[in-house]
């Protein structure tokens, strides 16, 4: 199966920036759906941004308020995600994930069921 790991998490101050990277040491043909998602205690997971690594096609969520960045690095088989502008209710776990999408869509589902692999989260805190 694809084998997800992220990176870059910690803690840091409101209004710096993080760059999280999500390595894919496994990845199919079939899964062609890369996302971003966070998860805070009490709360559902939500998608951040996801990506169609085939066509490129990007969606963000309004929740990104634009702070957030989605990039493919195909040498190091990266998706990373940079976060700047880091808020206090930023505070999560951060999970990437790949999913084969939805076979009549060109975009990339963003709901969490359409996503086959996780990685383990990397914990994302910010301070005021």
């Known amino acids: 199966q694809v084998q997800l790991v992220e990176s870059g998490g910690g803690s840091v101050q409101a209004g710096g920036s993080l760059k999280l990277s999500c390595a894919d040491s496994?990845?199919?043909?079939?899964?062609?759906?890369r996302g971003w998602f966070r998860q805070a205690p009490g709360k559902q997971r939500e998608a951040l941004v996801v990506?169609?690594?085939?066509?490129?096609?990007?969606d963000y969520a309004n929740s990104t308020k634009g702070r957030f960045t989605i990039s493919k690095d195909n040498a190091k088989k990266t998706v990373n995600l940079h976060i700047n502008n880091l808020k206090p209710e930023d505070t999560a776990m951060y999970y990437c994930a790949a999913g084969r999408g939805r076979q009549s869509w060109l975009s990339c589902p963003t709901t969490a069921i359409d996503y086959d692999f996780w990685g383990q989260g990397t914990q994302v805190t910010v301070s005021s």
């Open positions: 496994g990845a199919t043909s079939s899964n062609k759906c």
């Open positions: 990506m169609n690594i085939v066509d490129g096609l990007i």
